[in-house]
T-cell receptor, first 113, second 114 residues
Framework: DAKTTQPTSMDCAEGRAANLPCNHS???????VYWYRQIHSQGPQYIIH???NNETNEMASLIITEDRKSSTLILPHATLRDTAVYYC??????????????FGTGTRLTIIP | DSGVTQTPKHLITATGQRVTLRCSPR?????VYWYQQSLDQGLQFLIQ???????AKGNILERFSAQQFPDLHSELNLSSLELGDSALYFC?????????????FGPGTRLTVL
């Protein structure tokens, strides 16, 4: 799986959009970009994933650059409950036996009141 | 709530002992994954089962073993426990069968070895 690089930590004011960048310059054409978050010591929570196109769901938007070498997760109106560690993960389009998620150190996002 | 359940929530035991962690996947999911999260190693993939069969192995110690039963629940067995096995153990499940195959995680079991 391609390696990802994320900032160690970020702050965002409550109510503002939180933009979390991720660099995955070695991504290959058959790899997805996934985002998960972990609030304190809870189980990682799936947020969103994408392959080439930008994606949006009820939690967030995912913007993937045209060359796919980087992406940005956008939380449109951050709340205090969004304080968590956010993981950007690149994972190959699965064939059996190759579906593990490789977690890095993530970005610790703190929402400031 | 992801729909994945894990029991127990907390487990405290002594070195040398054996414990069993249990995971029930989301309804309809055939794949189960186990991950370990310790302070110094982060989240690490241990093993995956698909419809009762072992599918992939990660950094799982020989003292650890897992299985998936016909009703698709899974158990992770940890034996000859050492202090360093203290960690959070997460189970995840997915539909399986290829494609995006998004994994959904349970709340975890916190294991403390004294």
């Amino acid at each position: 799986d391609a390696k990802t690089t994320q900032p160690t930590s970020m702050d965002c004011a409550e109510g503002r959009a939180a933009n979390l960048p991720c660099n995955h310059s070695t991504i290959s054409g058959n790899e997805y970009v996934y985002w998960y978050r972990q609030i304190h010591s809870q189980g990682p929570q799936y947020i969103i994933h994408g392959l080439k196109n930008n994606e949006t769901n009820e939690m967030a938007s995912l913007i993937i650059t045209e060359d796919r070498k980087s992406s940005t997760l956008i939380l449109p109106h951050a709340t205090l409950r969004d304080t968590a560690v956010y993981y950007c993960i690149v994972r190959i389009i699965s064939n059996f036996g190759n579906e593990k998620l490789t977690f890095g150190t993530g970005t610790r996002l703190t929402i400031i009141p | 709530d992801s729909g994945v359940t894990q029991t127990p929530k907390h487990l405290i035991t002594a070195t040398g002992q054996r414990v069993t962690l249990r995971c029930s996947p989301r309804s309809g999911d055939l794949s189960v994954y186990w991950y370990q999260q310790s302070l110094d190693q982060g989240l690490q993939f241990l093993i995956q089962y698909y419809n009762g069969e072992e599918r992939a192995k990660g950094n799982i110690l020989e003292r650890f073993s897992a299985q998936q039963f016909p009703d698709l629940h899974s158990e992770l067995n940890l034996s000859s426990l050492e202090l360093g096995d203290s960690a959070l153990y997460f189970c995840a499940s997915s539909v399986g069968g290829g494609g995006a195959n998004t994994q959904y995680f349970g709340p975890g079991t916190r294991l403390t070895v004294l």
